[in-house]
């Protein structure tokens, strides 16, 4: 079965990017993002609730870049895996959507 084309939207429109607490807390702890892109993470969720932050294309694309660089440089091999399989996730999503 081929791949979906991916969804075009405007450039400043935003994407959900669903995160357990533990991959928020993986971004927060163990990458250099910026506040620009971290402070969403910081607010507070329904308990039971996943919650799905909104980030321009842009923004994503740096996002995945701070974590694949905490990744290739995680001396951890458990976290080198969890910061992997994050990577993979926020890929998919850039993946899904074109502007």
Sequence with gaps: MP????????????????????????????????AQLTNRLRLEHRPGETPAYRFT???????????????NHAKDKKLQKLLRSLYGRIATVLDSYTD
Excluded: N, Q, W
């Design 57 to 71: 294309l842009d923004d994503l694309d740096d996002l995945a870049g701070y974590v694949a660089a905490e990744a």
């Design 3 to 34: 791949p979906c084309a991916p969804k075009r939207i405007r450039p400043d429109e935003k994407v959900p990017l669903e995160l357990s607490d533990r991959e928020r807390e993986l971004i927060l702890k163990h990458t250099f993002a910026h």
